[in-house]
């Protein structure tokens, strides 16, 4: 599979050598695991495992300094045999997803270098994203997002926001493992909007854009991620094709 964006300087594409694999793993330990557990327990070394290897990871490259300045994670049902199952596993009960004949892609590592969040460079990663996921034809896209800090008054609405929109469990069954909470903690009439706006990551405004749904319990945290994580997932079936036309520039 070949995927060439370019807008700039930047060049969105598959990772394709050993330097690039470096870089794109500094870049995640920097930007992703530094900044949800707040301090350095964690090693570089201990960020990391073979997963990356086995799978298909998008980069985003700065063609002035050829620095990777954004990554996605792309794990597929054709690399379970290598990968030993899919890197939510630990946390999240996605059995339905594996049984289901439907193709998926599980979304993961998603980052993008402090300095360059002005939305050039999430847009083409969701560009090159999108280019992938039709060429490997996915129904299901589904991934993790761990959420940052913030008070409870703030997570609670949150939360109970995702909850309103809940995965239908006749089609896909997942939840969350133990130690597990759920997202149901706020009445649909009592939350406060105004709240959920200012705390909601980014990308997941991106998702919800294209008709996300949510598991509707989260994991407490993980051993890289300090902070509770919840589960979300597009239906290809349920995107507007005049959104997907949109984002890949046709």
């Known amino acids: 599979m ?8 930047i060049l969105v594409k598959l990772l394709e050598t050993e330097e690039e694999l470096e870089k794109a793993r500094r870049l995640r330990y920097e930007e992703l695991i530094l900044f949800h557990r707040d301090r350095d327990d964690i090693s570089y070394e201990e960020s ?3 997963v990356d290897r ?11 300094t050829d620095e990777v300045v954004g990554s996605y994670r792309l794990i597929n049902k054709e690399h379970l045999e290598k990968t030993g199952g899919f890197a939510c596993d630990a946390t999240f009960d996605v059995t339905a997803i594996k049984n289901s004949p439907e193709k998926a892609v599980e979304l ?3 980052v993008v270098k402090e300095e360059y969040r002005d939305g050039i460079v999430i847009k083409c990663l969701l560009q090159g994203l999108f280019r992938y996921l039709l060429e490997y034809g996915a129904k299901y896209t589904f991934g993790i997002i761990y959420l940052p800090k913030m008070d409870e008054k703030a997570f609670d609405n949150l939360v109970s926001y995702f909850y309103t929109r809940l995965l239908d469990k006749n089609e896909l069954d997942i939840k969350a493992r133990e130690p597990s909470f759920s997202l149901n903690r706020i009445p649909k009439q009592e939350i406060d909007l105004a709240l959920v706006k200012k705390h909601i990551p980014p990308l997941v405004k991106a998702y919800l ?3 996300c749904r949510f598991a509707g319990t989260g994991c407490v945290s993980d051993k890289l991620f300090d902070s509770p994580g919840v589960m979300l997932v597009v239906d290809k079936d349920n995107i507007d094709d005049r959104l997907v036309k949109y984002i890949i520039g046709k």
Do not use: P, S
Not at 54 to 64: G, R, S
């Open 209 to 211: 854009m294209l008709g």
């Open 48 to 50: 990391y495992n073979d």
């Open 108 to 110: 993961g590592r998603a």
């Open 2 to 9: 070949q995927i060439n964006i370019r807008k700039n300087n």
């Open 54 to 64: 086995f799978c298909d990871n998008l980069i985003a490259i700065d063609t002035d």
